[in-house]
């Protein structure tokens, strides 16, 4: 080998030398920050949605039966009353009058039959004379159950538990058969009616499970069980009447408010991932995962994945995950397989990605 040989490759060893210790002296890339949620086994179910009408489990319009002045009004607008109790009161002087006099003739009856009885026995009395009495007696409890209607006439009093409505009349006011005194609802439970299509009957199982919501209480879900279901189908709409119960103990519900209707079908166990974590690429969907390492580290891993049902801010996972799995649901979209990755903070869904950050 000639002396200018040797020397190239003196120099090319070099420069080789060179290279290799500037690629070592060259820093590692730094870890992303990433933002995980875990993998999630919980019920679910599919819903269907519907609009619905409330109405009161009974309603009632309180109207006059007689023509007669009031006397007494025992209520205020919106009250809550229990069954029985006194609400307007009609002048019955006159009835009250009949029924003293009436009772005068009812025990008089009674104290003839009482002494007519042993004088039958020992033969003192006829027979004849003791029926005469016994239907004297039948008469007098007739008319007295007939003068007691009348007075019941003139009091109007609440069918059922529940809260009244506005008051329509006043003391000193002259009422008619059919005036209308006030309303009454019973809103302890609340009916609430809604159509679905007929395509859906094999899944309106009575008792099933409901959700509704109300614009008024935005917040606030309120939970049933449907009650019945028609059995007709609308031959136009092609739909079904379905009847549902709510519960209303804390009395939020009105009649004629509109409900937004979530049934729920086809409940399960199932696993769910928030939707920011899916990844799609055309028809084909992947997720970005934090595989943790023996060194305490985390690196990057594409993992493919077959999807469910939508919820709301989550999708059902079939295949391709497991319970426990940490998936990157905020960072992960420049990440490659292999890159490492630090976990800045824990998506749980109860706050917002600003929220989650300003906590770690």
Request: hydrophobic fraction near 40%; glycine fraction near 6%; proline fraction near 4%.
């Amino acid at each position: 080998m000639s002396h200018m040989g040797a020397k190239l490759i003196a120099m090319l060893l070099v420069l080789v030398s060179w290279n290799v210790e500037a690629q070592e002296a060259k820093p590692a890339k730094p870890a992303t920050p990433v933002i995980v949620a875990k993998v999630e086994r919980k019920s679910v179910y599919d819903e269907m949605e519907a609009l619905g009408t409330l109405k009161a489990n009974e309603s009632v319009d309180l109207t006059a039966t007689v023509t007669e002045l009031i006397t007494i009004v025992n209520f205020t607008d919106g009250q809550r009353v229990r069954n029985g109790q006194v609400l307007v009161q009609m002048d019955n002087a006159e009835e009250m009058a009949l029924k003293v006099e009436e009772q005068s003739r009812l025990k008089e009856a009674e104290r003839q039959v009482q002494r007519l009885k042993p004088l039958v026995a020992r033969g003192a009395a006829s027979q004849l004379e003791l029926d005469k009495q016994l239907l004297e007696l039948q008469t007098a409890r007739a008319r007295m159950d007939a003068i007691e209607s009348r007075v019941r006439q003139r009091q109007i009093s609440a069918p059922f538990d529940g809260v009244l409505g506005q008051r329509n009349i006043s003391v000193g006011a002259l009422v008619q058969p059919g005036t209308l005194i006030t309303t009454i609802d019973d809103d302890s439970v609340m009916k609430l009616d809604f159509s679905v299509p007929a395509l859906f009957l094999p899944v309106l199982n009575i008792g099933a499970k409901i959700e509704a919501r109300s614009s008024a209480w935005p917040k606030d879900v309120f939970e049933g069980t449907i009650q019945s279901v028609s059995s007709r189908v609308d031959p136009v709409t092609r739909s079904v009447s379905v009847r549902a119960l709510l519960d209303n103990h804390k009395h939020k519900l009105r009649p004629g408010m509109l409900m937004r209707v979530k049934v729920q079908k086809n409940r399960r166990m199932a696993t769910v991932i928030p939707e920011e974590a899916i990844i799609t690429k055309g028809n084909h969907y992947t997720v970005m995962i934090a595989d943790q390492q023996e060194d305490g580290g985390a690196v990057a891993k594409q993992v493919a994945v077959h999807l469910g049902k939508r919820f709301a801010g989550q999708v059902e996972i079939i295949e391709g995950l497991e319970q426990g799995m940490q998936v990157i649901t905020h960072g992960g979209f420049r990440l490659n397989e292999g890159g490492a990755v630090t976990i800045k903070a824990q998506d749980d869904g109860s706050a917002s990605i600003p929220e989650i950050l300003s906590g770690s």
